[in-house]
């Protein structure tokens, strides 16, 4: 029996630059910047006052009782997923083989420290009973699969920032290996707060360059001074080819393959010579019966930090060799800022669009490019990707040393 | 001072508003939190905590299961503020 071939179908988004999908996309293209001074009070109390809130608040898209007992990344799941879902067409799917992947970073932290708040000010009595289904990672994937009522199976792989793409990689396989015929995947992040910011910033992984909110998150540019938190997440509908074609669903891309490894080096910082990063493009590459002549597009990791950037993007350069002259690279998180846990998810719906659209989206804020980077970089406006049968590949590192490479392609 | 019934249930439905968005005025003394209102054990939990704190009653876990309908809680709430 020849392999089960998997297709995207469906699309959803909630980013710092729109609350669907199309919103978020057009804002891309057009170079703008999600990123923006926040207005929250312990914003004061922290050193880094800059993040990429979503552009809709999820009160605009949500019932208040609804809201209030899911945590804000629940939220987004759910906003995203409504939205994915009616873009497939709403499938008419037998339940038992309908599932739920969707990860996150860092979980319900915003939940966790509003209720450890609470405890401290009021006492364990006044601790919200919906804490627990709140605060717990696998919370925003629950809530959509009860939604969707998935009996196929819900999970959430953790892997920090690598977490979006490695569920779409196991939504993947679950269709593969015959577990499924539609997987909901993807991944959100809500955790600007002052306590994880704070935390990131005392790792000096933070962009400081407050005055400028809209040019800070400057990914390849020579000042480049750290990542900038951004929140949301992206969800897509993966659903098996023949089912997808027997119902007459529009196909947007074939997600083709994957590539995992780990660098085994540091607890956060990339190691330097990228092997994990070579491995796992040759990885997905070949799980995909793809060669590097395929590839045309990349959505990188690169957060903007001065280190991860270049180690990036020689790895890049060395795993495709001569071929990377005809990639044509985009670093949206210059846009978006860092959706971490949602980052490798809302970067493949930008991949599928891409690809769909045949039009890579832009880098922005590169003023001088870092003379160490010799990969092909999109900057300021979208490339025309060129007609015929394309591939794009995706890249997610996640602190851990987790290196996740999805493979896209045109069906 | 004991509460009024009238101030309790006006109260309440406020709380069973707030935290489980069923309109005020479908709630009444004969209805059921589980059955009528769907509430479900954790929203129940949240309703106990808002009323406590509002009406300045200790409202014990045991006691909880015992509060079928608004009008149970009503009851308990007024007996316990006397």
Known sequence: ?411 | MALSPADVLAGLKEIVEEVAGIPAATIELDKSFTDDLDVDSLSMVEVVVAAEERFGVKIPDDQVSELATVGDAVNFIVKASA
């Open chain 1, 1 to 411: 029996m020849s392999r089960r071939r998997v297709v995207v179908t469906g699309l959803g988004a909630t980013t710092p630059l729109g609350g669907d999908v199309a919103s978020s996309w057009s804002a891309l293209l057009a170079g703008r910047s999600g990123v923006r001074t926040l207005t929250d009070e312990w914003a004061s109390t922290i050193p880094v006052t800059i993040a990429g809130r979503v552009e809709v608040e999820p009160s605009e898209a949500m019932e208040r009782v609804e809201m209030r007992r899911l945590d804000r990344s629940e939220q987004f799941a759910l906003i995203a997923a409504r939205e994915a879902w009616k873009d497939a067409g709403s499938p008419d799917v037998d339940l038992e083989r309908l599932g739920v992947v969707i990860a996150s970073g860092i979980g319900g932290v915003t939940t966790l420290l509003d209720q450890y708040d609470i405890l401290k000010n009021k006492g364990a009595r006044f601790v919200s009973p919906h804490t627990v289904p709140m605060l717990m990672p696998n919370g925003p994937a629950a809530n959509v699969g009860l939604e969707l009522k998935a009996k196929a199976g819900v999970h959430t792989p953790v892997s920090a920032c690598a977490s979006g793409a490695e569920a779409i990689g196991y939504a993947m396989e679950m269709i593969r290996f015959d577990r499924a015929d539609i997987i909901v995947t993807g991944g959100v992040e809500a955790a600007v707060h002052a306590l994880p910011m704070a935390a990131f910033a005392a790792m000096k992984a933070l962009s400081t360059r407050k005055d400028d909110p809209k040019r800070a998150s400057r990914p390849y540019d020579v000042d480049r001074d750290g990542f900038v938190l951004g929140e949301g997440g992206g969800i897509l509908v993966l659903e098996e080819y023949e089912h997808a074609k027997a119902r007459g669903a529009t196909i947007y891309a074939e997600i083709a393959g994957q590539g995992l490894t780990s660098d085994g080096y540091h607890i956060a910082a990339p190691d330097p010579d990228g092997s994990g990063v070579q491995r796992a493009i040759a990885f997905a590459l070949r799980d995909a019966g793809l060669t590097t002549r395929d590839i045309v597009h990349l959505n990188a990791h690169a957060t903007s930090t001065p280190v991860g950037d270049v180690a990036e993007a020689n790895a890049l350069r060395l795993a495709l060799g001569a071929d990377a002259d005809h990639v044509a690279v985009s670093a949206t998180k210059s846009s978006t800022g860092h959706l971490l846990g949602g980052a490798g998810a809302i970067e493949s719906v930008f991949i599928v669009k891409a690809l769909q659209e045949r039009l890579a989206p832009p880098t922005i804020n590169i003023e001088n490019i870092d003379p160490a980077v010799t990969i092909d970089v999109v900057r300021d406006k979208p490339r025309a990707l060129p007609a015929g049968d394309i591939a794009a590949l995706n890249d997610s590192f996640g602190f851990g040393g987790h290196n996740v490479v999805l493979a896209f392609r045109t069906l």
